[in-house]
């Protein structure tokens, strides 16, 4: 552990060069700059915390989970088409030796053990001198107290992230000095690590003001919406005695308490930021019933708000407690590449998290009955004439689904955006292309543009048949330009399902139809129709369902699976979804099991846990403790 806790990050006084406040600066060079001077201005103070803020995600080049290889390809959601074996947990090679995508801060970094170590060390640099930091002013003196409060979110982040990964952490409040000693370091329980992840989050709640700050920055309620997603793991299965091989490790396991009272906490945690504890948020569009059918206009109205809470710039919309800002002009700054990143190759994009089968199948038909492939050819064939999709659109499994599917995926016949010159002869209709067009007597006539035979960066196209729409800009040429829509890390839908299932799983009839009450509001601004049941075990497959659907893409899958302790039932190969579009109007969809994009496996309880790298393990103590299977 020495290397990882004796390092003083030196890296972010060069950020001091931008800073107004500038006495200091101009009485010594740059590359001379220390802690010290560091500490001596408030406008230098502040500049380090924007660098801590810029490595809260472990790297510097987009600090959020907006990343090129997003945490749900390690899940039944989406596929890494460029580094699926990263995914050490789905290929049974994860280990301490081969940490894979949990040890690459360009893909990952809220996991990188070693990356937010170095980052927790510059905020308890920081929370160790603001107090000494010299102000002549009462709105410098607010200032100071506010950077304290950002702090402590900042850290409550950090740790919070790497113990719903690992479980029993490290804890220090203290920055560690050159030449310490740390063979003796142990990991605290799981339990010591939230309680003190929950004091640093109290900390920020107590100390941040209740508005005027800027918009970015941590607030009240950002704090408030990590500890209710903390508190939501704490209460579930997998640390409450759920998985049997890890119940009496006290790193992975509660050992005292009770989990109704867990359940309990993530409730009032919830709850409170629902009743407008920390602020007034509202679901983005409407909660009132959706009209009943839902016209096509009704099924567009409603998707185009959802696409939009995440395409959204500039002042953030009702529903966003906390997002990640990007630069406006599209250069510079923070990097947001989600349209070069996931999109089509056919517009020199790079086509990556792709949406799986059986993750499309899940969404529902836009009256909110269940999505049934079979048409009487069986669960993997669809094929129809012109003629039989003009009687019956439904025919095609990609007509009259809901809202939230035309919004989260790019499919075959997908409207999207004009095509790129090199391209637009061969599509002037800019429909996606992940099918192959044929001549009527079954000859091909050409690839299709978003094919991994493409004429367009073939390499980079699907290898299952889908891409991903969410989190993209239709206004961005990705193979250009950066992103300018923020990245959503918080947001009321959120809370609403937190809440829900913590009501849910209490149990009693009155906490079950407060819960399905909850998903009801969520499911009506999406344009779906109301649950209905007084069953918890039903209610419990809606919660699911619905944090599936309406949290899509957005980091949650990994970790819902690993609190539910169900990740081995839903691993499964990847495989092509294959289209055949005929010039003459008629259309064939087959889902071949036999073309596996992707071969996954589980290889037991010890992945419900990052391990510690070896390399870690090396520099510490006996004491130190790994995490349990490896």
Known sequence: MKKVFSYILTIA????????????????????????????????????????????YGHSNSNSRCVEDLLDSGTDQTLCIHRPTNYGHLKNTLSPDMLGYFNNTGYNGSMNWNAIYSNIQNVNLLLANIDNVPVTTAPDEALKERIKGEAYFIRGMMYGNLWMSYGGLVLSDK?????????????????????????????????????????????????????????????????????????????????????????????AAAEAIINGTYGTFSLVGTTSDPPSPLTEADVKTYSDTYFNIFNQKGKWNSETIHAIQYVLSGLGGNVNRCNIWYGPNGYHNWGNNDPTEPAVRKFEMADGSKFVWDVGQGNNLRQATAAQLAANPYLNPYYGREPRFYAIVNYHGASWQQRP???????????????????????????????RQSIIEGWNGTKNGYYLRKFMDPGTVGQYFYNTNHYVEFRLAEILLNYAEACIELGDAANIQEGIAKINMVRNRAGMPDRVTTDQATARDYLRHERFIELFGEGFRWYDLRRWVIFPSVVENVCEMKIKEYTNGNMEWFYDQTAIADERTWGGDKYYWIPISRDEMNKSGEEFQQNPGY
């Open 175 to 267: 920055p560690f000095v050159l030449g310490e000693e740390f063979l003796t370091i142990t990991r605290s329980s799981l339990e010591e690590t939230l309680n003190f992840i929950i004091a640093d989050l109290d900390q920020a709640i107590a100390i941040l003001p209740a508005s005027g700050m800027e918009q970015g920055r941590a607030t009240r309620a950002a704090a408030a919406a990590m500890k209710s997603r903390l508190l939501l793991f704490a209460a579930s299965p997998l640390v409450n005695g759920g998985l049997a091989s890890t119940a009496t490790n006290p790193l992975v396991a509660f050992q005292g308490g009770g989990q109704p009272a867990r359940w309990q906490a993530a409730k």
């Open 13 to 56: 006084m060069f950020l001091m060069m931008a800073t107004s406040c500038t006495d200091v600066l101009d009485q010594k060079p740059v590359d001379s700059f220390n802690q010290e001077a560091v500490f001596t201005d408030i406008g230098l103070t502040r500049a380090f915390l924007g660098r801590c803020y810029d490595r809260m």
């Open 421 to 451: 010159t090199d391209a637009a002869g061969f599509d002037p209709l800019n429909r996606i292309q992940t099918g192959h067009i044929y001549n009527p007597d079954g000859t091909k006539k050409a690839n299709g543009l978003d094919t």
